[in-house]
């Protein structure tokens, strides 16, 4: 069915085998076909034909013992002889009774005693006298159903029964009973025939007498047994390509070949098997035709189809037997197929020599193209691959050549490829690529080394931090302990000095009273040079006593404030006035400084006096000859400010800090030139502390030395619960008016004031009760 063919029509009606060279082939037309010298005769265009083959194709050809060409037509039949190329018409004749029953011979057929049958649509006719045209007629029970298309087939059996393959079931025929059976679908029963339409017949290779293989157009294959009357159906379920079954030809190899819709089909009756074949194996197209099927000389086989004719020896189609190689073609890493060629390729060799490759992490879509190199039905030729590591199990793909992988996490892969020939003969090793894909830096085994050790070191770290703030807690803690203890002894000390020193006073009034009242008494002055030694000493015991009592009762918090508001200038001047005659003996100058000449100050005289005398007492002590004793007061803005400044020995830097600590003394040795106990300062501290002032000492070693006194003025109003309010009035020692003229009046010293006190103005009584 191809212009270049020069065969027209659509459909092959029947196909016959005239000898080596010469088919006959039926469509509308009849051709005659010369394979050798691919001449093709049209018999109904042929002017010079010998006779008429009717206007149409035959529906059926075949030829008789004697080889002449015997053929169904719509003009009857027509018996042809080669030789002579002449031939002969049976034709239908209304009048002649004994002639072709009808005019339209479906079929025609050449049973086991040469005898020619021809089927029509009411009667299966013999013919009888093949010169004169007689021909003996059955009548069938139904006429058979006119199909433009499909006409009957027919079998003899080696009983001589006949069978007739229609569209309406199939028919056995028996001469001699003249007798006609009709085997139909019934789809109440299983084993009858699952399609009337029947299009062959063919008897089974090995058991021709007993079984018969039936092609239906849409019920597959039917395997009919004759004796027990039964159909077994073979479809696409059991591997028929397709259910329209045309044409069926047995081979010598017992196998039946079967042409359908779908392709052709080699079955093996014996174990049920079908081999199909399609348009890849070479076949005209996947379609056949109803009739045009026509087994040939020395087993040949034709069948014809919508796009032409196939005709092959069943023997020479066998298997592809060689596995095929297996190549990788292609790589693509993206949409970018990668060649050795291109600068820094990955590649070194093309692919198919490659057997290890290295990518990067960042190859999003990697994809593989192979290849079987089988070319017999390249597209027929399977492929199976599998990604070890990320694949468990192959991926058939069919005859796609190509695998694609999405996202391969960094790791080591192998790349298997295998495939078949046409004929599914498989190369289980295929082909094999090693695949590695690299991780990225932080994702390296160094990568996670680096994490292990700062891990650690973080850890590390936490520890040794933790570790530290524990052992600093603890020091403090320790620290605390220490000081607390160290308080509590210092306590615990001064409580035993203070209980101590208060056992020590009364005994030491006695003993200085004691020596009062000798030295008053009228003894020699040698002695009396004696005794004033040991009342010095004993004064300056019982100062030292005092002053332990002073200090461990401000401990106590039980040391009141007595204040009243004076003059401080007049108040300090006549303090440090009364050092006047020690300065001299010891050659030193004394010299007063103030800007103003009245300056009011709430204090207690009496602890202002013993602030005031420990500071000028020290400085005394710590000057040498020629040197200078300097008191300066003045105010600055809401403060008053009161320094003492010697030129004496100076302390050290380092030891400043310490001096106003209980006992410290800045050479503390016991061959010290300097009498003391180094209290004094100590209780300076505090009783400037009670008076809500505050001291501090300059020094330069070896130049002297200078103690600044700051007291706030007015501060004191706050705490009243301290203060004890005293009229000034009451108090002639400190009236203003009185201080006021000492100042005025330089000369005259704190000692002569005394005197004038106690000269001028009543005496004194005490009185001593308990
Ligand atoms: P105490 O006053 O109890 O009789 P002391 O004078 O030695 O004994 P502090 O007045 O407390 O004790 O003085 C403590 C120490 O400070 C002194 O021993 C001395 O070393 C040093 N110091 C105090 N004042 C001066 C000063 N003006 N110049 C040099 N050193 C001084
Ligand atoms: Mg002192």
Same mark, same amino acid.
């Given at each position: 069915n191809d212009p270049s063919s020069r065969i027209t029509g659509f459909?092959?009606?029947?196909?016959?085998?005239?000898? +080596?060279?010469?088919?006959?082939?039926?469509? +509308?037309?009849?051709?005659?076909? &010369?394979?050798?010298?691919?001449?093709?005769?049209?018999?109904?265009? /042929?002017? &010079?034909? *010998?006779? /008429?083959?009717?206007?149409?194709?035959?529906?059926?050809?075949? %030829?008789?013992?004697?080889?002449?060409?015997?053929?169904?037509?719509?003009?009857? #039949?027509?018996?042809?002889? *080669?030789?002579?190329?002449?031939?002969?018409?049976? %034709?239908?004749?209304?009048?002649?009774t004994l002639g072709l029953p009808q005019k339209e011979a479906f079929a025609v057929f050449e049973d086991h005693q040469k005898n020619i049958w021809v089927a029509t649509q009411n009667y299966f006719s013999k013919l009888i006298d093949l010169d004169k045209g007689i021909f003996k007629s059955f009548a069938y029970q139904t006429p058979l159903p006119y199909n433009q298309r499909v006409r009957p087939v027919i079998y003899q059996d080696k009983k001589g029964l006949f069978w007739i393959g229609t569209r309406n079931g199939l028919l056995v025929f028996d001469q001699y009973n003249q007798t006609f059976f009709t085997y139909k679908n019934d789809p109440t029963k299983k084993f009858t025939l699952n399609n009337d339409n029947i299009n062959s017949i063919c008897p089974d290779p090995a058991n021709p007498d007993k079984i018969l293989w039936l092609g239906t157009s849409g019920g597959g294959l039917n395997k009919f047994n004759i004796d027990e009357g039964t159909f077994a159906h073979f479809t696409e379920s059991e591997g028929l390509p397709n259910n329209v079954v045309y044409g069926i030809l047995p081979d010598r190899n017992g196998n039946l070949w079967l042409s359908t819709n779908k392709g052709l089909s080699k079955f093996n009756p014996k174990k049920n098997i079908f081999r199909n074949?399609?348009?890849?194996?070479?076949?005209?197209?996947?379609?056949?035709?109803?009739?045009?099927?026509?087994?040939?000389?020395?087993?040949?086989?034709?069948?014809?189809?919508?796009?032409?004719? =196939?005709?092959?020896?069943?023997? @020479?189609?066998?298997? =592809?037997?060689?596995?095929?190689?297996?190549v990788l073609t292609k790589l693509k890493l993206g949409d970018d197929v990668i060649t050795v060629k291109k600068n820094n390729s990955i590649l070194h060799k093309t692919i198919s020599e490659t057997t290890k490759l290295l990518l990067t992490y960042d190859e999003d879509v990697i994809t593989f193209e192979f290849a079987a190199l089988d070319f017999s039905a390249p597209r027929k030729n399977r492929y199976a691959y599998k990604l070890e590591n990320f694949n468990k199990d192959w991926i058939y793909s069919g005859s796609v050549r190509s695998a694609t992988f999405t996202h391969l996490p960094p790791g080591k892969y192998i790349f298997r490829v295998k495939g078949t020939n046409n004929d599914g003969i498989w190369n289980e090793t295929g082909v094999a690529l090693e695949l590695i894909i690299t991780p990225p830096w932080w994702s390296t085994i160094w990568a996670y080394l680096v994490y292990l050790t700062l891990f650690l070191l973080i850890l590390y770290f936490i520890r040794s931090y933790e570790l530290n703030r524990l052992r600093l807690k603890n020091q403090l803690k320790l620290e605390k302990v220490e000081t607390d203890t160290l308080r509590n002894l210092d306590h615990l000390k001064?409580?035993?000095?203070? =209980?101590?020193?208060?056992?020590?006073?009364? *005994?030491?009034?006695?003993?200085?009273?004691? !020596?009062?009242?000798?030295?008053?008494?009228?003894?020699?002055?040698?002695? %009396?040079?004696?005794?004033?030694?040991?009342?010095? @000493?004993?004064?300056?015991?019982?100062?030292?006593?005092?002053?332990?009592?002073?200090?461990?009762?401000?401990?106590?918090?039980?040391?009141?404030?007595?204040?009243?508001?004076?003059?401080?200038?007049?108040?300090?001047?006549?303090?440090?006035?009364?050092?006047?005659?020690?300065?001299?003996?010891?050659?030193?100058?004394?010299?007063?400084?103030? +800007?103003?000449?009245?300056?009011?100050?709430?204090? /207690? *005289?009496?602890?202002?006096?013993? !602030?005031?005398?420990?500071?000028?007492? @020290?400085?005394?002590?710590?000057?040498?000859? @020629?040197?200078?004793?300097?008191?300066?007061?003045? #105010?600055?803005s809401n403060k008053i400010k009161i320094i003492v400044k010697d030129t004496g020995i100076g302390i050290p830097e380092n030891r400043l800090p310490h001096i106003f600590d209980r006992f410290y003394q800045v050479d503390s040795s016991i061959t010290r030139e300097y009498e003391g106990t180094g209290i004094g300062l100590a209780l300076t501290k505090e009783l400037i502390e009670l008076h809500k002032g505050s001291i501090y000492a300059k020094s330069k070693f070896g130049e002297g030395t200078e103690f600044i006194i700051d007291f706030p003025r007015?501060?004191?109003?706050s705490e009243n619960n301290l203060l004890v309010e005293i009229n000034d009035e009451n108090i002639s020692f400190t009236d203003n008016e009185y201080l006021h003229d000492l100042h005025d009046d330089s000369e005259i010293t704190m000692s002569e004031e005394n005197q004038l006190l106690k000269t001028g103005q009543k005496e004194i009584v005490l009185i001593v009760e308990d």
């Open positions: 459909s092959i009606r029947s196909i016959l085998q005239e000898n +080596d060279d010469i088919i006959w082939i039926s469509t +509308d037309v009849l051709y005659k076909w &010369n394979r050798r010298t691919g001449e093709i005769k049209d018999f109904e265009t /042929d002017s &010079n034909r *010998p006779d /008429d083959f009717g206007n149409t194709g035959p529906w059926s050809m075949i %030829k008789s013992y004697d080889g002449k060409i015997w053929t169904a037509t719509t003009e009857g #039949v027509f018996r042809y002889d *080669p030789t002579t190329e002449k031939s002969r018409q049976y %034709k239908f004749n209304p009048a002649d074949y399609d348009v890849l194996d070479g076949l005209q197209s996947n379609e056949f035709n109803t009739g045009a099927f026509y087994l040939g000389k020395n087993g040949e086989m034709f069948f014809g189809g919508i796009k032409g004719l =196939n005709y092959f020896y069943p023997d @020479n189609v066998k298997d =592809n037997p060689y596995i095929p190689r297996i001064s409580s035993f000095f203070a =209980n101590i020193s208060h056992e020590f006073r009364t *005994p030491l009034t006695l003993i200085l009273g004691q !020596i009062e009242s000798v030295m008053s008494s009228d003894i020699a002055t040698k002695e %009396k040079g004696k005794l004033q030694i040991a009342n010095r @000493n004993a004064r300056r015991l019982l100062t030292l006593i005092n002053q332990i009592l002073d200090l461990s009762k401000l401990e106590a918090g039980s040391m009141e404030l007595k204040a009243e508001q004076h003059n401080i200038v007049s108040f300090l001047k006549s303090i440090f006035y009364s050092f006047e005659s020690l300065a001299e003996s010891k050659k030193i100058t004394l010299k007063f400084e103030s +800007d103003l000449s009245n300056i009011p100050l709430k204090f /207690d *005289p009496d602890k202002m006096e013993k !602030i005031i005398c420990n500071l000028i007492s @020290n400085a005394l002590k710590f000057t040498s000859e @020629n040197g200078e004793i300097k008191v300066s007061i003045m #105010v600055i007015g501060e004191l109003n």
